[in-house]
């Protein structure tokens, strides 16, 4: 079965340290990946694709198709990337339509 | 441009009341989507519609039906409102019905059923 599962609901890190949000797939075939994310009292927007292999905002996802995951890293966290993001999916299987993580809320502390 | 507007913003239903959520989109996007999002839990998508006249179930469709009123506007539909249908609702749309697209979101309609 598609399944993505985000492992934590809350990762609080300080300022200037690295941040690793976490993202693991179940999926038999090969699936695309996204990250959106959702900053306070904004929409839930698009942050990445890993088909377009970009750097936004100072983040980077890699898909590990071995591990099947797609980890969302930033080296130094900045207050400003406080927000809920969300870790989704899509394939033949979805009918090319999106499977979502539950999310992780990120807190950077000053 | 507005973007995704959805209205109402809150509306709490007796068991057994039916509403119509209204999305309406600006952008001239061809496909347009409602999901579902539940504690702990990820969205969920409920209808989409790929293009003007197209609608097509998604994940949890049921006690649901939906209207794609025109290229603008998709509506969301729940003729006997139940508690487990409690929820956050969120349309979106895209340029085209596949998630290669980037999907643009409203700002969501909590929905209480008591």
């Known amino acids: 079965a598609q399944r993505v599962t985000q492992p934590e609901k809350l990762l609080s890190v300080f300022k200037g340290a690295p941040v690793e949000l976490k993202c693991n797939y179940s999926?038999?075939?090969?699936?695309?990946l996204f990250w959106y994310v959702q900053y306070s009292r904004q929409r839930l927007q698009l942050l990445l694709r890993?088909?377009?292999?970009?750097s936004i905002k100072g983040f980077t996802a890699d898909l590990n198709k071995g591990e099947t995951s797609f980890h969302l890293k930033k080296p130094f966290a900045q207050e400003e990337d406080s927000a809920m993001y969300y870790c989704?999916?899509?394939?033949?299987?979805?009918?090319?339509?999106?499977?979502w993580g539950a999310g992780t809320k990120l807190i950077i502390k000053p | 441009n507005a973007g995704v507007t959805q209205t109402p913003k809150f509306q709490v239903l007796k068991t057994g009341q039916s509403m119509t959520l209204q999305c309406a989109q600006d952008?001239?996007?061809?496909?347009m989507y409602w999901y579902r999002q539940d504690p702990g839990m990820g969205l969920r998508l409920i209808y989409y519609?790929?293009?003007?006249?197209?609608?097509d179930k998604g994940e949890v469709p049921n006690g649901y039906n939906v209207s794609r009123l025109n290229k603008r506007e998709f509506s969301l539909r729940l003729e006997s409102a139940a508690p487990s249908q409690t929820s956050v609702y969120f349309c979106?749309?895209?340029?085209?019905?596949?998630?290669?697209?980037?999907?643009?979101f409203g700002p969501g309609t909590r929905l209480t059923v008591t």
């Open positions: 979106a749309s895209s340029e085209v019905g596949t998630a290669s697209y980037e999907q643009y």
């Open positions: 952008m001239n996007h061809n496909s």
């Open positions: 519609s790929a293009s003007e006249g197209t609608t």
């Open positions: 999926y038999s075939g090969s699936p695309e």
């Open positions: 890993h088909i377009s292999r970009e």
């Open positions: 989704a999916l899509s394939g033949l299987d979805s009918n090319y339509q999106l499977i």
